[in-house]
Nanobody, 116 residues
Framework: QVQLVESGGGLVQAGGSLRLSCAAS????????MGWYRQAPGQQRELVAL???????NYADSVKGRFTISRDNTKKTVYLQMNSPKPEDTAVYYC??????????WGKGTLVTVSS
């Protein structure tokens, strides 16, 4: 069973910065796509950012230019650097590891609250 542990969530002021981390236990981390998703109360879970095994990234339009996803294969960790967060970014952020046909797991989530 794969374990994903998110950390770094908390309270941050609008315009500040925050970095989320997600450590994965899977042996195939390096060939998996890692993603950050979020879910606000009463809303659907949505994609925030993805990073593939070769480093290609994809971001939700709402966070482009503000958030950056990165990975460290040696540490089996994916990060989400959140710059200039807005109150609308408040949500529970979930880490995901995906390798089609092999694994697809989710972390427990970490709450990010952005105050104005």
């Amino acid at each position: 069973q794969v374990q994903l542990v998110e950390s770094g969530g908390g309270l941050v002021q609008a315009g500040g910065s925050l970095r989320l981390s997600c450590a994965a236990s899977t042996s195939i981390f390096s060939i998996s796509t890692m993603g950050w998703y979020r879910q606000a109360p009463g809303q659907q879970r949505e994609l925030v950012a993805l990073i593939t095994s070769i480093g290609s990234t994809n971001y939700a339009d709402s966070v482009k230019g503000r958030f950056t996803i990165s990975r460290d294969n040696t540490k089996k960790t994916v990060y989400l650097q959140m710059n200039s967060p807005k109150p609308e970014d408040t949500a529970v952020y979930y880490c995901n590891v995906n390798r089609p046909g092999y694994i697809n797991y989710w972390g427990k989530g970490t709450l990010v609250t952005v105050s104005s």
